[in-house]
């Protein structure tokens, strides 16, 4: 290029001094190019100025150096500026200039760590080079030259120079070789001289190499040249006389992907990894050698279920997802990767791809959900469960109130118990006793099955001056069929007129032989108001539970019952847990039936928190995404998805259940059931407080029913009501049922507008009494005919604009104006009717009796002769109940 040429700014005079302003450091001016064949170019460039440290008076502006930092802002000079702020500028200047020595260090070592690694990577890569250089050269050797592929020549690894010189195998021709495969020029002067012998003289190119890697400079032999050197590092022939070649070398320091800055500046250049070139040269290594390496196909055993999509079918084998539905199109079936195939076409699509097929039972998911069982080793006491079983109003809530020293019954509606209570009591021996209170309405008969079950004492209780009543016979069946024992306590002996004979020989009926009559079932007379023989109960069920040996395993995993569950405004569905085996505790993942939760909370049965409960103990649970089931088997599973499995598995047969258990699912269908049965329904929606009173409701509910009419529950469930109850019952013409609960204010309002009737009750018997009565008034009354007497008609009058009137003798009974008539002609009924006009001489009377005569008219009919019996009689109607 030609010499520069600038335009400077204009420079002020000597001596004067330049203005303050905010004027730019920076200066252009035009620089002339030129390049070869006459080709001139003209750009503009910009010079960046500094401002010196002067002295006063001075103002001169020089180009601007790693010193020009050192000028004040705004064009003020040092000699301006106070002392304190010269300290400041200085101390600044020495801290950027110790910064920028430990910046420079730093770099120093980064650079230094950099070569490092990159000469480990270049010196890993000879020794893979040179080990694959001679595997391919000993393949060679073993081969026959006849069969022999072509191949490329091996060369000489770089740590034994005095091997380049030895003669190569003789070959018909030269495969081409990749760049990234050419082996490296060994270093010294006998190398190329080597390389020209193996190739017979032919001119030889050399590959570029990366910018990063190192490249061994050698020194030129005799007949080559500087401008054959230069020529060759065009890509040329190194040898006089030789004609060009074209020659397209690979250039691998070009950039791939776009061009930013980071990469300007770093300058780095993304290569291949060490595994990939690896595996290039064994692949290479193999294509030379003619050696074929057969991968074995590995068989699985795949997992068949009832139902499995394509694409899981394929995971499952490790196949590709358009291999399985091109085997499925030869089969001539259509189907696309999220299809549903069944159990047999998934087990022969595994078959045919050589894999073993397992098939199992969607069941399965619950296989293993409790746990197996103890060993004997891992057993350790826990505390008897005891339930308070018999009939209502026979003192059993009083009694464990005695025992707990507390009041419960007070708190109950009517002073009747509905719910199922669990509490845990300790004697003053320092024995710990799990109690669980049953109901004893008789509709409550699935509490106390439920209460026989996970019991392992029964108390029966039986008042001494009311004697066994069907409720104490249902729970003595109850104990029964769950074979557990029996201790009788015969309550309110302090009363006058009781008579616990008279118990104990009711209980013979029922074989059940008490202590006192030589039998084997305890007894204990006890009086729950007076406290009377409390400690003796506690000691004969001690006794029972000693005799029973009672052990759990608590280093387990939790599992048991759910006693009771409710939903609760604020603290969202609670369930009362009684755990059986191991120890549950907060954080744990809970399947109880359909529900599953996260522990967030544990209650003991006084309302405090509790972090962990073991075998027999009774524990609220907060953390269940909806109210569990009474009576469903809970666990605790090992995380989320085992319980989103073992769910969705039970929510999905209990639809099929209910799917298929005969209810109609099309209006036509509801249509024609109702039209077969002929039954009149009672649609009802239940809300209730607590799951075991929605249970206990239903099924007496459900007993109402008969041949004509019946209950049909719309909808159950448990906690308030809300709008969309009121909806639903507004929908389906019901009626909404509250026990125990109330309607908040949007459904009150949604009430009043669509005219829904909401009753709430706190008594259970109260609400089915109500419902009786009112399917009642769905029954059609009975009719029933009562006969009044007999008349014959001795003389027939035809008066005009009445017609036909007979004349009649009443002969049995009397005859009333508007009771119903029939005419009997030879014994024969020839009509039925109503009789219109009753007349004795001119007046209308309302009754003739036996032995007078009258005139009688029928309405609209007229064919009456002499001689016919006229039968009176009235219909009375008698309303139904169930």
């Excluded at 592929?149 to 990749?178: F, H, L």
């Excluded at 019991?455 to 249902?474: F, K, R, S, W, Y």
């Excluded at 073991?614 to 907060?622: A, D, M, R």
């Amino acid at each position: 290029m030609s010499e520069t040429k600038e335009t400077p700014d204009k420079a002020p005079a000597a001596g004067a001094r330049k203005p303050l302003s905010l004027k730019r450091t920076e200066s252009s001016g035009h620089v002339q190019q030129s390049f070869s064949h006459g080709r001139k170019n003209v750009v503009v460039v910009e010079r960046k100025k500094r401002r010196t440290l002067t002295g006063p008076g001075q103002g001169e502006d020089e180009p601007r150096g790693r010193a020009g930092g050192a000028a004040t802002a705004g064009g003020a000079r040092l000699g301006d500026l106070s002392a304190g702020e010269l300290d400041a500028r200085r101390k600044a200047l020495e801290q950027a200039a110790v910064d920028e020595k430990i910046r420079v260090e730093e770099e120093t070592k980064r650079r230094a760590e950099e070569q490092r690694l990159e000469a480990e990577r270049v010196a890993e890569r000879a020794r893979e080079e040179a080990a694959a250089a001679a595997a391919a050269a000993e393949a060679a050797k073993k081969q026959p030259v006849s069969e022999a592929p072509p191949a490329t020549p091996a060369p000489a690894a770089p740590a034994a120079p005095a091997a380049a010189a030895a003669p190569a195998p003789q070959t018909t021709a030269r495969a081409p070789q990749s760049p990234a495969s050419a082996p490296k020029p060994a270093s010294g002067a006998g190398a190329p001289a080597a390389q020209k012998a193996r190739d017979g003289g032919a001119p030889a190119t050399e590959t570029r190499r990366p910018a990063e890697t190192t490249v061994v400079k050698r020194r030129p032999i005799a007949d080559e040249t500087p401008d054959d050197d230069d020529r060759k590092k065009r890509g040329g022939a190194n040898l006089k006389g030789a004609p060009r070649a074209p020659v397209k070398v690979a250039d691998d320091r070009r950039e791939r992907g776009k061009l930013t800055v980071d990469k300007l500046l770093n300058d780095e250049q993304r290569e291949r990894s060490l595994a990939s070139l690896r595996r290039k040269r064994e692949r290479d290594a193999r294509r030379a050698s003619g050696i074929q390496i057969s991968r074995d196909k590995i068989v699985r055993e795949v997992t068949i279920p009832e139902v499995i999509t394509i694409q899981e079918l394929a995971n499952r084998m490790s196949e590709k997802s358009v291999d399985v539905i091109r085997f499925l199109m030869k089969q001539g079936a259509m189907h696309q990767i999220n299809d549903a195939i069944d159990a047999d076409t998934a087990e022969l699509i595994v078959q045919d791809f050589g894999h073993t097929p397992k098939r199992v039972s969607e069941a399965d998911v619950e296989e293993g959900f409790a746990g197996g069982e103890d060993t004997d080793a891992n057993l350790q006491p826990r505390a008897p469960v005891v339930t308070i079983m018999g009939h209502v109003d026979h003192g059993k809530t009083s009694l464990l109130d005695a025992i707990r020293h507390a009041n419960v019954a007070s708190g109950e509606a009517g002073g009747i118990t509905q719910h199922i209570g669990a509490y845990q009591v300790s004697t003053d021996k320092g024995q710990k006793i799990t109690f669980i209170d049953t109901p004893g309405h008789a509709a409550f008969t699935a509490m106390r099955a439920r209460g026989a079950k996970v019991t392992d004492i029964v108390v029966l209780v039986v008042a001494a001056d009311d004697g066994v009543m069907p409720q104490t016979i249902e729970a003595i069946n109850h104990a029964k069929a769950a074979g557990v024992p029996i201790i009788v306590a015969i309550n309110k002996i302090d009363k006058p007129q009781a008579d616990p004979n008279r118990v104990r020989t009711e209980l013979l009926q029922h074989e059940i032989v008490v202590e006192s009559m030589s039998g084997e079932t305890l007894e204990v007379s006890v009086s729950a108001l007076k406290g009377t023989n409390l400690d003796k109960l506690l000691e004969a069920i001690a006794l029972q539970a000693e005799l029973l040996d009672l052990k759990a395993n608590p280093d387990r995993l939790a599992d048991g019952f759910v006693i009771e569950a409710k939903l609760e405004r604020g603290r969202g569905p609670v369930g009362t847990l009684l755990v059986q085996r191991g120890t549950i505790k907060v954080g744990d993942i809970i399947v109880a039936g359909s529900a599953w939760g996260r522990v967030r909370a544990l209650l003991d049965d006084t309302g405090h928190n509790v972090v962990s409960a073991g075998p027999s103990v009774p524990v609220e649970v907060l953390g269940f995404d909806t109210a569990p089931e009474a009576g469903d088997q809970f666990a605790v599973v090992e995380n989320e998805a085992r319980a989103r499995e073992i769910t969705d598995y039970r929510i999905r047969k209990r639809r099929e259940t209910l799917g298929t258990a005969g209810t109609p699912r099309t209006l036509e269908q509801m249509m024609q059931s109702l039209k077969e049965t002929g039954k009149k329904e009672f649609p009802l929606v239940v809300k209730g407080d607590v799951q075991g009173s929605v249970e206990a409701i239903m099924g007496a509910l459900a007993k109402l029913g008969n041949d004509e009419v019946m209950a049909r529950i719309v909808h159950s469930g448990v906690g308030g009501i809300t709008e969309s109850d009121i909806n639903l019952a507004n929908a389906s013409k019901a009626v909404i049922l509250g026990f125990n609960v109330r309607a908040n204010a949007q459904a009150k309002l949604a009430a009043d507008q669509h005219g829904v009737e909401i009753r709430y009750y706190s008594i259970i018997y109260d609400l089915v009494d109500d419902v009786k009565a009112a399917m009642s008034g769905l029954l059609a009354p009975t009719k029933k005919e009562v006969f009044l007497g007999y008349a014959t008609i001795k003389q027939v009058f035809n008066i005009s604009k009445q017609g036909k009137v007979a004349g009649c003798l009443v002969t049995e009974g009397k005859v009333e104006r508007g009771a119903k008539v029939r005419l009997l002609r030879d014994k024969t009924v020839i009509h039925e009717g109503t009789l219109a006009i009753l007349k004795r001489f001119k007046d209308d009377v309302k009754e003739v009796p036996a032995g007078q005569e009258c005139g009688m008219a029928f309405a609209n009919y007229q064919d009456i002769r002499e001689g016919d019996e006229i039968e009176c009689f009235q219909v009375e109607t008698i309303a139904r109940t169930l």
